[in-house]
Each structure stands twice: as structure tokens, then as C-alpha cells.
């Protein structure tokens, strides 16, 4: 999608929310503007004052349904908007399904084509292979994601099987996997955690938070990156606190609460320029739940990076 193309239908979008509130906004304006009239006449004109005392369940009848009118727009308006960014950001998923699946599946095809040549050399066929093998592992990884996103959003709790964890030694098999499917080295993350540093969690929730956490990190930073994964105990309340940080894009302040929904992409050209589907902060939000922890993101502002804190129990109580 070239970037007119998209600034045309972020235009669009923003109408097709505008038109409901407007439409909305004068529907309350006018029945104020009825409701004051109506006091006004009323009580500049005695004589109807005289003629409605015994009528008084009328003026309040026709008060009160106003009032109903009101609350049902707005009702109806806050419910509209909703849906109408719902399936704003659904219609984003899909696109960005359709490339995530594209890509990889372009890949694979082009190398099977290069495979059946007969002249092909040893080595060209041994880097083709490593190449599909990695194109399968980004689709597997892709598909677990959404799996477990749809399984999560229809609030089926998984299963816990709660071990002793090294947090530091999960880390850093996490970063070594997410690092080789992004093909770089693997010290652009450090692991910067205790090693007698151990929770009593689910380790399989556990590791697929830090790899989505840690994924994202690496895909929203710069060309130089850079990611820290630390971890410090809070005593006082028996938790421990987990971070990821880098240096790339940051999020503005106003989207900090929001990246953690489902399907939501921070409005941003230097976003949406970068592969997602809006899933991936939110898995790690409904999993750190479930894991009896919160989820929080900061950042100082766009282009200073930022630090996504997990704060979870030293000991989770099984269910």
C-alpha cells in the first residue's frame, strides 16, 4: 500500500466516525434547545402555567422523555463509534494477515522453483533449504500467535503447569530464538538479570510473553538495534518486575493504555511501515493476566524508545 493510498483511507475512516458524532451531537443540541424552550415558554406564560396544574404528569411525562431521547443517542453513538473502530482495526488485521502470509509463502515458492533446477549447485541448494526452513518457522510463529490470540479473546483460560524458572536463563533462550528468526546477532539483546533470580510460573505463558515482548522491541527499533531485558524483585509485595527495553520509535503518550487491545496499531507512518497485526502486545496482556501480573507500557515520546514492564507474583497460585 503506497502511502496516498493509505493517507486516502485514514481519511475515510476518520469521516465514517465524524458523520454518527455530528449527526449525534445536533440530535442532543436540538432537544435541549426544545427542552429550554419549552421552560422558558412555560414559565414566561403564567396562564399555561394555570392550565397545566392539573396536568403536571404531562410536562414531566414530556421532561422525561427528552431526557430519555438524549441518553438513547449518546447510547447509541458511543456504541456506533465502537464498532466502527472495531472494524477499523479488523480490516487492518486482515491486510496485515494477507502480507504476513503472502510474503513467507512467495518465498517458499520461488525457492522450490530454484530446487527443481538440475544445475544447482551444492551450497546454493543447502542456503535455499536454510532460507525455507526459516520461512516455515516465521509461519508457525505467526500462526501460533493468532491461535492463541482468538483462543485468548474467547476468554478459554490455558492451562497452567507452574515449574521453578531461572528468569534469566528463559530470557535468554527467548532472545536466542527470536534473534535467529530475525536473522541477527545474537547480542543486539542483553540479558541483564540475576542468575539466583527464580519464580514459581507458568514457564510456557511465561516464554511466550518474552518472546513477543522482545519480538516487538527488536521490530519497532532503528537499523542500530538494541534491546535490554532486565529483572528486579519488589520485596514489599512479593513480585517481580520484568523489563524490555529499546530504543526505537516510541509510542506518544496518548496510545500508551491502548496498545495492549486487540488489533490496534499505534496511527503512525513509521508503524505502519513495519509488519504486525496488532496481536502481539495484546497475547502478552491476556497471558500476564492469567499469570496473576499486569502489563504496562512507557515511553517518553516518539523516537526515544520505549519500555514495556511486566509485573508479575514471585509464586503463582495454581488455580
Known amino acids: 500500500m503506497t502511502r496516498r493510498t493509505r493517507t486516502m483511507a485514514i481519511a475515510r475512516m476518520t469521516r465514517s466516525i465524524s458523520v454518527p458524532i455530528i449527526l449525534a451531537s445536533g440530535a442532543v443540541a436540538l432537544c435541549l434547545a426544545l427542552l429550554a424552550g419549552w421552560s422558558y415558554l412555560v414559565l414566561q406564560n403564567p396562564e399555561l402555567v394555570a392550565d397545566l396544574r392539573g396536568n403536571r404528569w404531562l410536562l414531566a411525562a414530556g421532561i422525561g422523555s427528552l431526557v430519555v431521547i438524549m441518553f438513547v443517542i449518546v447510547l447509541f453513538t458511543v456504541f456506533l463509534v465502537r464498532e466502527i473502530r472495531e472494524v477499523r482495526r479488523q480490516t487492518s488485521f486482515i491486510d496485515s494477515v494477507t502480507h504476513e502470509l503472502k510474503s513467507p509463502l512467495a518465498a517458499l515458492k520461488l525457492c522450490l522453483e530454484t530446487l527443481a533446477r538440475p544445475d544447482l549447485p551444492g551450497p546454493q541448494h543447502e542456503r ?173 515520546g516518539p523516537g526515544q524508545g520505549t519500555t514495556l514492564r511486566v509485573t508479575l507474583p514471585m509464586r503463582l497460585r495454581s488455580a
Open 128 to 300: 535455499l533449504r536454510r532460507m525455507m526452513h526459516d520461512d516455515v518457522e516465521r509461519l508457525t510463529a505467526f500462526i501460533d500467535r493468532v491461535l492463541t490470540a482468538t483462543r485468548l479473546a474467547g476468554e478459554v483460560r490455558p492451562a497452567q503447569h507452574l515449574t521453578d524458572i531461572s528468569l534469566a536463563e528463559l530470557a535468554r533462550r527467548c532472545a536466542g530464538g527470536v534473534t535467529r528468526r530475525a536473522h541477527l546477532a545474537d547480542d543486539v539483546v542483553r540479558v541483564d538479570i540475576a542468575p539466583e533470580l527464580r519464580i514459581v510460573t507458568d514457564e510456557v505463558a511465561l516464554a511466550a510473553v518474552l518472546e513477543n515482548l522482545i519480538d516487538n522491541a527488536i521490530k519497532y527499533s532503528g537499523d542500530d538495534v538494541e534491546v535490554i531485558v532486565s529483572a528486579s524483585p519488589v520485596e514489599a509485595r512479593g513480585q517481580v518486575a520484568l523489563e524490555v527495553r529499546d530504543r526505537g520509535i516510541g509510542i506518544p503518550r496518548t496510545h500508551l493504555r491502548r496498545v495492549f487491545e486487540r488489533f490496534y496499531r499505534v496511527p503512525d507512518e513509521a508503524v505502519r511501515e513495519r509488519r504486525g497485526t496488532g496481536l502481539g502486545l495484546y497475547v502478552v496482556s491476556a497471558l500476564v493476566r492469567s499469570l496473576g501480573g499486569r502489563a504496562e507500557a512507557l515511553s517518553p
